[in-house]
């Protein structure tokens, strides 16, 4: 069967979900914004108990990400994250939430081949980059900025 570009593109519109834009932006800046005003709760709270702001600002990211792996495990992270859409991917949480899904999802298969071969099979292609685009920007930096 031979399909033209214009019944491959009436198939596609058929196929694809409509999108809620009107709906899934404020939910998603909604849970964005209750996970930011947590993190800050959370480095409030650390101060008030003591801890200077670099201290406090440490358990903070701590506390996060073990929440987030917590609730990934439970299976509560993805709920949130089919209403809060990409609010749910805050750096540090949605990170977590990276590495820990794939943990869970192949503990079945074992240490090595399952925990240990997967657990990076989302979060991999991020450090990969983020490492190399690093290293590329301080080369230029050495070499041509300072």
Same mark, same amino acid.
């Given at each position: =069967? ?8 009436? =198939? ?9 834009? =009107? $709906?899934?932006?404020?939910?998603? !800046? ?23 702001? $670099? ?10 990400? !073990? ?27 949605? !990170? ?10 192949? $503990? ?35 070499? !041509?900025? $300072?």
């Amino acid at each position: =069967m031979k399909l033209s570009k214009k019944q491959y593109g009436e =198939m596609v519109k058929k196929a694809s979900p409509n999108s809620k834009c =009107m $709906r899934d932006v404020p939910l998603a !800046f909604l849970i964005g914004g209750l996970i930011c005003t947590a993190g800050q709760g959370l480095t409030e709270l650390y101060s008030y108990l003591g801890f200077d702001d $670099r201290t406090a600002s440490a358990w903070c990211t701590v506390t996060l990400v !073990f929440l987030s792996a917590l609730f990934t495990g439970l299976g509560l992270y993805e709920k949130l994250a089919k209403y809060g859409g990409a609010g749910t991917l805050v750096p540090v949480t949605g !990170f977590a939430n990276a590495v820990t899904s794939p943990a869970v999802e192949f $503990r079945s298969e074992g240490f090595i081949l399952g925990l240990g071969a997967k657990i990076f099979i989302i979060a991999g292609p991020v450090i990969l980059y983020g490492c190399a685009a690093s290293v590329a920007y301080g080369l230029i930096y050495y070499f !041509f900025l $300072r």
